[in-house]
């Protein structure tokens, strides 16, 4: 649902009400203030200010005549959770503003504040998604009090109350609810006439009287009427112009003293709405003022002020309303470009800044005074050239004029020409074998102070920011290309030639023996086999073969020796091979020696030659007692312990390890002499 106030001024303003709640509108209110309005010549005097805040609940508002204090709802967001603000219009200041509901009340909404200056009490509706209830407020908290239920309620539309006999009075949709306030109890709930509505309900507490602005029917007029709160009957007292009415916005208030009805209204009904402020005689229902409200006029544009929420202190004969006093606005709409300079040829975009609270605005976009674009808040443009402009036409349509036109500042971007750039690349090698290393050298021209230099394979980067690049991992078919990123200005990246060199084939090479284990003093002969013709064999270490370069030479290794086999295919490629005989001899341990540190048999260990993997190797004295342990093959005893010399004499040896023929864990043991 939206209502639309209109307002006067150099540029006119629409006023975007938008539904909160049920019949409960929001307002934009920036520059927020409590302000008396004059209803016979419509002068505004704002007496508080409301920082911060940008959006109000309409009809939530209420005034408190014994403490002099105007309570709204509001908030710098719209979003729920609302604020309650509470006013004091003497001094100006702000006594409180909670969330309301505060945050220890059940989640819901409050609609329909009004406070009893007979009690001192501010009252309202507490409304979840489930259910309606009566309440009472505490100001300071925003805390909500249940007072009680209402079942079957439908709905909320407007309320008034009141303050004589201390009832709730609200409509919801046909029907009239009265509540009395002291208990939450429903004295009465008549339902309206089939087709009756009323509008604008407020209570007289002088004549005890419940006015509107109402009709009988969809065809009849509107009409000054009281309602029967005990039936829910309109009495009509007098018949009013054809017109349309304000909703949700709180545009009613009663002088109760000088016996005045004031709400606000157009008439006849056409595309501009609630253009006049009216004053009836309470009595007789005549227009005693019908007077041209410069407050809610206008036609998109958030630039003059607005006047809703009306409060009558009739024990001071004042008027209090909230007040929308929106700072001068020189321009409308702003553009800017997202970079400057910009590169010819590149996209530039352009964003067009608009007032807040316009509605659906237009936008035409202009290059070099022509039309262009589309209608949209944003435009692109890849053709600009050096000193071309850009800027934006704001058209807003207007309910009660011609449409509001406002031109943005116009933008020249400076254009920089895209520079021209090169780079191309050499290999050392054209041709190579699998696994040899190329390397690569870009030159480049119009590269900038720091070019950056980016390499591929096949397209994936590769290698480093370097001019240079090396690698032993091409395979046949590989592309090599360089990517120049110059730091020039605008400069754009640009990629060398490739280059893909001939990567030949390595001879696949395997080598076996018969056996890879042999004894001391035996031969064995090796195997070669290859996937390609062979010009050459060259085998190492060659002392040991009978011929190191034929395919399967005879070993005669006395220790462990790794045989490697160097392959010449026919391209000139080399393939490589090896395999590892390892020789076994019998264990045989020394059974003396003599640790006097003459450097000839002082140690007493396993045989380097043996080349056995020790898993341990102990040497025990006569008693038992172990002199030395160790499962490092190079290591033996030299005849002490913990650093004293032991004594001539004989000594137990055990050794645990590694069968070089089964590759199984074995053991032996035996005595050796220390001799000094």
Not at 4 to 20: D, E, M, V, W, Y
Not at 252 to 268: H, R, S, W
Not at 514 to 534: K, N, S
Not at 573 to 596: D, H, Q, W
């Amino acid at each position: 649902m939206t209502r639309l106030l209109l307002a006067t001024g150099i540029r006119r303003l629409l006023f975007l009400l938008l539904l909160a709640g049920p019949a409960s509108l929001t307002s934009q209110a920036q520059n927020q203030y409590v302000s008396t309005l004059n209803y016979s010549n419509l002068s505004v005097n704002r007496v508080a200010y409301a920082p911060g805040v940008m959006w109000v609940v309409g009809d939530n508002s209420t005034y408190d005549a014994n403490h002099q204090r105007f309570f709204f709802q509001g908030n710098a967001t719209r979003v729920i959770p609302w604020n309650l603000y509470t006013i004091d219009v003497v001094a100006g200041t702000v006594l409180s503003n909670p969330v309301c509901p505060s945050v220890n009340s059940t989640a819901g909404s409050i609609l329909g504040l009004h406070y009893d200056n007979a009690t001192d009490t501010l009252y309202a509706l507490y409304l979840t998604s489930t259910a309606a209830s009566f309440c009472w407020i505490d100001p300071a908290s925003g805390m909500v009090n249940i007072i009680s239920a209402i079942p079957g309620f439908t709905g909320y539309t407007e309320s008034t109350f009141d303050t004589q006999h201390h009832r709730y009075i609200v409509t919801s949709g046909t029907q009239l609810w009265v509540i009395d306030a002291a208990t939450g109890a429903v004295l009465a709930n008549p339902a309206f006439s089939p087709g009756a509505q009323i509008n604008l309900p407020l209570y007289d507490n002088l004549t005890g009287h419940l006015y509107a602005v109402g009709t009988n029917g969809p065809t009849s007029p509107f009409q000054f009427d009281t309602v029967g709160l005990s039936n829910g009957i309109l009495y009509p007292i007098s018949t009013l112009p054809a017109m349309s009415l304000p909703s949700g916005l709180g545009t009613v208030t009663i002088d109760e003293v000088a016996g005045k009805y004031i709400f606000l209204g157009q008439d006849p009904p056409s595309a501009c709405i609630n253009n006049y402020l009216y004053v009836l005689d309470i009595n007789s229902g005549a227009i005693l003022a019908r007077i041209l409200y410069p407050y809610a006029r206008g036609t998109s544009i958030p630039t003059d002020e607005n006047v809703i929420e009306y409060s009558f202190d009739n024990q001071r004969g004042t008027l209090y309303a909230l007040n929308w006093h929106p700072p001068p606005i020189t321009s409308f709409i702003q553009i800017s470009a997202a970079d400057s300079p910009i590169c010819a040829g590149a996209i530039e975009n352009f964003t067009a800044t608009t007032t807040p609270g316009l509605t659906s605005p237009s936008f035409q976009w202009q290059w070099n005074g022509n039309n262009t674009g589309t209608n949209s808040p944003t435009y692109s443009n890849d053709s600009l050239a050096n000193g071309d402009s850009v800027r934006c036409i704001l058209t807003l349509d207007s309910a009660c004029s011609t449409p509001v036109r406002d031109t943005s500042n116009s933008l020249r971007i400076p254009v920089t020409p895209v520079p021209i750039t090169s780079v191309s690349i050499t290999a050392s090698a054209i041709t190579i074998c699998q696994g040899d290393s190329i390397t690569f050298t870009a030159t480049s021209a119009n590269g900038g102070s720091a070019p950056a230099f980016q390499w591929e394979v096949n397209g994936a980067k590769e290698g480093s920011n370097s001019t240079v690049f090396s690698t032993n991992a091409l395979n046949n078919g590989d592309s090599v290309s360089c990517l120049l990123l110059s730091s020039q200005v605008c400069a754009q990246p640009i990629s060398s030639a490739a280059i893909t060199p001939l990567i030949r084939p390595v001879p696949a090479v395997t080598v076996r023996a018969a056996d890879t284990v042999i004894p001391f003093g035996a031969e064995v002969q090796l195997q070669t086999t290859v996937d390609t013709a062979v010009v050459s064999y060259q085998w190492t270490p060659a002392n040991t073969l009978n011929d190191p370069s034929i395919a399967d030479p005879i070993a005669s290794p006395s220790t462990g020796t790794l045989y490697q086999v160097s392959v010449l295919g026919f391209d000139g490629c080399t393939g490589k091979a090896s395999v590892e005989i390892k020789v076994y001899r019998a264990l045989k341990m020394p059974n003396a020696f003599t640790p006097n540190g003459n450097g000839r048999n002082d140690i007493f260990r396993v045989p380097l030659l043996l080349q056995i993997t020790v898993i341990n190797f102990s040497v025990y004295d006569r008693l038992g007692a172990r002199m030395f342990s160790t499962s490092n093959s190079t290591e033996g005893w030299d005849g002490t312990f913990n650093g004293r010399p032991q004594p001539t004499g004989t000594y137990v040896w055990q050794l645990e390890y590694i069968d070089l023929r089964t590759g199984k864990p074995a053991t032996a043991s035996g005595t050796v002499m220390l001799i000094r």
